[in-house]
């Protein structure tokens, strides 16, 4: 139970780091 908290952290990590990297690609693509 104790890992939920973590794995809730994680997605919130994940999604900030998949908007990070497509923003990368965006960038590169201009």
């Known amino acids: 139970m ?5 794995f809730n952290d994680f997605d919130d990590f994940a999604l900030i780091l998949v908007l990070f990297i497509l923003l990368v690609i965006v960038g590169a693509a201009d």
């Open 2 to 6: 104790a890992n939920m908290g973590f």
